[in-house]
């Protein structure tokens, strides 16, 4: 009898399991964080071999791709459902 109440009671999904929507966000900020790192480092060695004029203002636009890019994955690791 009370297995029969067990296979019909509506049970909440199970917090690891991660629906399509949620995939999908989830690689396309991957796919952001990627393009942010590999932007900035893209031009920082722009800057390295070409040496533009601007030298101070392409560093820091340089470093900022890289900083945001390496902050995107530093928030999907501490944010990651695996970890708990």
Not at 30 to 38: E, I, V
Not at 57 to 76: E, I, N, Q, T
């Given at each position: 009898m009370?297995?029969?109440?067990?296979?019909?009671?509506?049970?909440?999904?199970?917090?690891?399991?991660?629906?399509?929507?949620?995939?999908?966000?989830?690689?396309?900020?991957?796919?952001?964080?990627?393009?942010?790192l590999?932007?900035?480092?893209?031009?920082?060695?722009?800057?390295?071999?070409?040496?533009?004029?601007?030298?101070?203002?392409?560093?820091?636009?340089?470093?900022?791709?890289?900083?945001?890019?390496?902050?995107?994955?530093?928030?999907?690791?501490?944010?990651?459902?695996?970890?708990?």
């Amino acid at each position: 009898m009370n297995d029969q109440n067990d296979a019909n009671e509506v049970r909440p999904p199970v917090p690891t399991e991660l629906g399509s929507d949620v995939r999908e966000q989830i690689r396309d900020w991957k796919f952001l964080f990627w393009a942010f790192l590999l932007f900035g480092l893209g031009r920082l060695a722009w800057l390295y071999l070409y040496r533009p004029p601007n030298n101070a203002f392409h560093l820091g636009l340089s470093c900022g791709f890289v900083f945001c890019g390496v902050l995107g994955f530093l928030m999907r690791w501490v944010f990651s459902p695996r970890r708990k």
